[in-house]
């Protein structure tokens, strides 16, 4: 098993990615602390890991609430004993707004879930694994970290955030043992649509998104995510680091 052993922090683990990733993971021999804000869903996800004999613990939170976001890794600290792999994947999408529509209350969620979360979780966990020699930590950004044309304003400025984020943790703690990376997500099939009101949608907004997804060559699982998760924390990556890498069937080779 790959991660025999290893301690894991995932975020967004109710559903899609995250779920699929603490299910793989936990079949790979890691201990896993999943939080999400949807009680049922992370529940559902609990039950599925130890069903299998894996072992999981669960927290309802909110990533944006700095108290909720730290509890994940004091956590898996106090049950487990430390944090060796952090996957920051929760993630909201935003209306399709523009600088010229959106609202500071669309700005302040998204930036608050989507780069504030990972911050809170990835400075929780950075001291405690430079004390036990090293650790990887895993953001899922998305393609619209890379370009322009995949969501409005403020997700589009949280992804680009988030891979700067990535690129800096990397170079500032490569000497500690901390290897970080990011993901740069196309189109997944994940429950990512029901953290937006589509009643609410900007329609010009919308119409230019559309012009980039007529061009997705393939939606991908969210088993295809995990699969990639996996690898990048495993030892088979112990020399991938500070990289942005696309799962997105060639959508960035338009």
């Known amino acids: 098993m790959k991660l025999n052993g290893k301690i894991a922090v995932i975020t967004g683990g109710g559903a899609g990615m995250g779920r699929e990733t603490a299910i793989l ?61 952090l996957v920051n994947n929760a993630g909201v999408m935003d209306n399709n707004q523009g600088a010229g529509e959106v609202s500071n209350e669309m700005w302040e969620r998204v930036m608050g879930v989507n780069v504030n979360g990972p911050l809170y979780l990835s400075r929780r966990a950075i001291p405690n694994m430079v004390e036990n020699g090293g650790g990887v930590i895993v953001n899922i950004a998305s393609v619209a970290g890379m370009g322009g044309g995949a969501a409005g304003v ?15 943790t990397a170079w500032r703690y490569v000497h500690e043992g901390i290897r970080c990376n990011a993901i740069a997500a196309g189109a997944v099939e994940t429950s990512i649509a029901a953290s937006i009101d589509p009643t609410k949608m900007d329609p010009k907004g919308t119409e230019r998104a559309q012009a980039y997804y007529g061009l997705i060559p393939a939606q991908l699982k ?18 991938i680091n500070g990289a942005i890498i696309p799962a997105d069937g060639g959508w960035l080779a338009a």
């Open 222 to 239: 969210p088993i295809d995510i995990a699969n990639l998760v996996l690898f990048l924390v495993s030892d088979d990556a112990r020399y």
């Open 154 to 168: 403020a997700y589009t400025a949280s992804k680009h955030a988030l891979i700067g984020m990535t690129r800096n």
């Open 25 to 85: 993971f936990a079949k790979e021999g890691a201990k896993v602390v999943i939080g999400d804000w949807n009680e049922k869903t992370l529940k559902e996800t609990v039950d599925l890991i130890r069903s299998t004999g894996g072992e999981v613990t669960g927290l309802k939170g909110n990533v944006a609430v700095q108290a909720e976001a730290e509890s994940l890794v004091d956590t898996a600290i106090q049950t487990y004993g430390r944090v060796d792999i």
